[in-house]
């Protein structure tokens, strides 16, 4: 297991470098970075912003930050601000996978690089951004369902999971999924049984929560949740039901925020695999790269661990976040 926040920059397979975007090296004066944030539905987006504030702020780079409140329209008008306003880089974490082409086609018209932080677009024409920067998601989906099936060895019969999925549509949500089905898949005793998005935040973690113990009650063996925010309102929910969260249900989340290791301490998750939202100097690294007139890899991935509940004494003084 590694726990390094060393970030790993490299471009995976043979995905060509984009050449330097041109009149960057010579534009003059101070670097000015327009970022559009999703919002502020998590812990971990309220790290991630913190990160990309003080990371800015420490490189003298001047930050356009926008907080989109969970809406792409938002985003959109945020980014179509960044151009009017001539900034040198545009950088976004996208609130959905789709229906960004028209506004990066603009971006790329005005000669502004653009930057994906944290979530990915899905755009047939990959010119439209310089790099995208972030987690593996797909990967961390596939952490957690090994991490069940060595952990469920041993029983026997089904094993009945519920899911509460990020938001519709997100690159998070999507690949978390599609990653655990891709493990989970190889045996059959493992169904899961209810999906539902719960959003990223705690209040609809705990509602969804309520309704899936509503309908299915005991026979629940395994909550999975996309964000350590859902697994936290989960928690309250099987506790407000009287039964004993992470013993009369398995729970198994994605972020390893401070607070899901404050829940494992007191025995009430099993496990958080690790998604780091510390991208800040990452991306005023890349930024800086860019104004100087060098290229970018097209995928800069963090590299990134697990954390069962066993080892998370020993490990929370050292979390940042």
């Not at 999975?224 to 506790?239: K, P």
Request: aromatic letters at 6%.
């Amino acid at each position: 297991m590694t726990t390094s926040r060393r970030q790993v920059i490299a471009a995976l397979g043979a995905v060509p470098v984009v050449a330097a975007w041109p009149g960057l090296a010579r534009a003059q004066g101070k670097i000015v970075l327009g970022f559009s944030q999703i919002g502020a539905e998590s812990e971990w987006r309220t790290a991630n912003s913190e990160s990309i504030k003080s990371a800015a702020k420490e490189a003298g780079i001047e930050l356009k930050f926008s907080d989109a409140q969970q809406k792409q329209e938002n985003q959109i008008k945020a980014i179509r601000s960044f151009i009017a306003q001539k900034v040198d880089v545009i950088a976004f974490s996208p609130v959905v996978e789709s229906g960004w082409g028209t506004v990066l086609r603009e971006a790329k018209a005005a000669k502004i690089p653009v930057i994906l932080s944290d979530r990915a677009v899905n755009e047939k024409d990959d010119s439209l951004w310089v790099s995208f920067m972030g987690s593996d998601f797909v990967e961390e989906g596939r952490k957690a369902g090994r991490w069940l099936l060595e952990n469920m060895k041993g029983k026997t019969g089904d094993v009945n999971i519920v899911e509460l999925q990020g938001t519709v549509g997100s690159a998070p949500a999507i690949d978390r999924k599609k990653g655990f089905e891709e493990i989970i898949k190889a045996d059959p005793r493992f169904k899961i049984i209810r999906s539902q998005t719960g959003d990223f935040t705690r209040a609809k973690g705990k509602e969804v929560m309520e309704a899936f113990l509503k309908a299915e009650g005991k026979k629940i063996n395994v909550l999975y949740a996309h964000n350590d925010d859902m697994a936290i309102g989960a928690i309250q929910a099987i506790e407000e039901a009287g039964m004993k969260p992470a013993k009369d249900i398995t729970i198994i989340s994605i972020d390893a925020v401070k607070g899901a290791f404050e829940a494992m301490m007191a025995g009430k998750l099993n496990v958080s695999v690790e998604c780091s939202p510390l991208l800040g100097p990452q991306l005023m690294q890349a930024v800086k790269d860019l104004k100087a007139g060098k290229t970018l890899p097209r995928r800069i991935v963090t590299e990134e661990g697990i954390f069962p509940m066993e080892v998370a004494a020993k490990e929370f003084p050292k979390r940042k976040y």
